[in-house]
């Protein structure tokens, strides 16, 4: 199983981005997707994911960031509206066979490689 996070980037406060995570032939309809990210010294957090049809938001980026998929592609994307200097972190995309509802590293087994989200002015 591979993925592949792509979008991230440098943008000032307040500004957009939308993360990309590309599966290749893996599909997705099995699984739990996440998008976690992890800023310098800081432990991987969840920021949103969705398991058993439900959707979780960490409280930080509720109304603001927007989880998406794409089944038939297999793709999952992660739109961050207003973005804040707070929200730059490496972003990494997950999938978790164990099905477990909570949104925490433990449960995802497979990672792809991050991508950079940088907000400054």
């Known amino acids: 199983v591979q993925l592949q996070a792509s979008g991230g980037g440098l943008v000032q406060p307040g500004g957009s981005l939308r993360l990309s995570c590309a599966t290749g032939?893996?599909?997705?309809?099995?699984?739990?997707i996440g998008w976690f990210r992890q800023a310098p010294g800081k432990e991987r957090e969840g920021v949103s994911c969705?398991?058993?049809?439900?959707?979780y938001y960490a409280e930080s980026v509720k109304g603001r960031f927007t989880i998406s998929t794409d089944y038939a592609k297999g793709a999952m994307y992660l739109q961050m509206n207003g973005l804040k200097p707070e929200d730059t972190a490496v972003y990494y995309c997950?999938?978790?066979?164990?099905?477990?509802?909570?949104?925490?590293?433990?449960?995802?087994?497979?990672w792809g490689e991050g991508t950079q989200v940088t907000v400054s002015s």
């Open positions: 997950a999938a978790g066979s164990f099905l477990r509802p909570q949104c925490t590293e433990a449960n995802y087994d497979y």
């Open positions: 032939s893996f599909t997705l309809d099995y699984y739990d």
């Open positions: 969705i398991s058993d049809g439900r959707i």
